[in-house]
């Protein structure tokens, strides 16, 4: 699945990133402790959380991670906007908690 079915299936709003919309997503991640997410992600997982700033960005380029979801109507700063495009990670945002957006993630990657 790419991304961007993700993203549709999901109905998340495109905030950045749209150049890595056809990545394959290999499983998701939920955390806000950036040194968790650094020291579990794997490459071309999509990373769940409620950080905005730019220092998330650097770690999904660290870890190769697919896209960002921010939860809880939380919207990106201008640094992490920046980020995303020059990393050419999507970042997407939703309205709903990390706990649903994880369980409808799992849902929709779990045959």
């Not at 992600?41 to 960002?68: C, F, P, R, Y």
């Not at 706990?99 to 409808?104: K, L, P």
Request: no cysteine; charged share 20%; hydrophobic share 45%.
């Amino acid at each position: 699945m790419t991304v961007k079915e993700m993203a549709e299936a999901l109905n998340l709003r495109v905030f950045a990133g749209e150049e890595g919309l056809g990545k394959q997503v290999g499983g998701g991640y939920t955390s806000d402790l950036l040194s968790d997410v650094m020291g579990y992600a794997d490459t071309g997982m999509v990373w769940i959380t409620l950080q905005t700033h730019k220092n998330i960005m650097a770690i999904a380029s660290l870890k190769e991670l697919s896209a960002v979801i921010l939860v809880k109507g939380f919207e990106p700063d201008a640094d992490t906007l920046a980020l995303a495009r020059q990393e050419q990670i999507t970042l997407l945002g939703t309205s709903g908690q990390a706990f649903e957006t994880s369980g409808r993630l799992y849902r929709l990657l779990t045959p």
